[in-house]
């Protein structure tokens, strides 16, 4: 018959064990930082560059929709109708089979700024415009002007 002595840890030993120091969870937040401050510029940098192409591709939509807005009117919008008449008939026009914009209203730029659509315009029947983040004319950067005549400049 043998005999068997069961020992059971101290309690400070298991209290010692348990958790992490102080320096360990300094260590973890200073990586945390150094892999937020490498990683942070370039997903805000991507974020404005996808603003842009919204853009641009909803400028391009809005050029189908006018497109197929002078194949059932026989002209443009003018300027007073601007972009609305792709959506709501304006008032002296006999045919018209719209709305020719998907969702039945005229969307904001991806800043929350209204497009500028001008007719006649200095290359074209019209021109559209998002004024950019600042909305303002001009600017640089995600502040910077887009217009049908850039985004069909841009596409390959």
Not at 47 to 67: T, W
Not at 74 to 103: D, F, H, M, V
Not at 104 to 128: K, L, N, T
Request: zero cysteines; a neutral charge.
């Amino acid at each position: 018959m043998t005999l068997r002595i069961v020992t059971r840890p101290r309690r400070a030993d298991r209290q010692a064990e348990a958790g992490f120091t102080l320096v360990e969870m300094l260590v973890v937040i200073a990586i945390i930082g150094l892999i937020m401050g490498l990683v942070g510029p370039r997903v805000l940098n991507y974020l404005g560059d996808s603003k842009d192409k919204a853009a641009k591709l909803q400028i391009e939509s809005f050029g189908s929709s006018l497109d197929l807005f002078y194949l059932d009117v026989g002209r443009y919008p003018t300027g007073s109708e601007g972009l609305t008449a792709l959506a709501q008939r304006p008032g002296n026009t006999t045919i018209w089979n719209g709305p020719y914009l998907k969702t039945g209203s005229v969307p904001s730029d991806p800043w929350g700024h209204i497009y500028v659509y001008r007719a006649p315009a200095e290359r074209g029947p019209y021109e559209i415009v998002s004024l950019g983040s600042d909305g303002q004319e001009g600017g640089t950067g995600t502040a910077a002007d887009i217009s049908n005549d850039s985004a069909a400049a841009s596409r390959p």
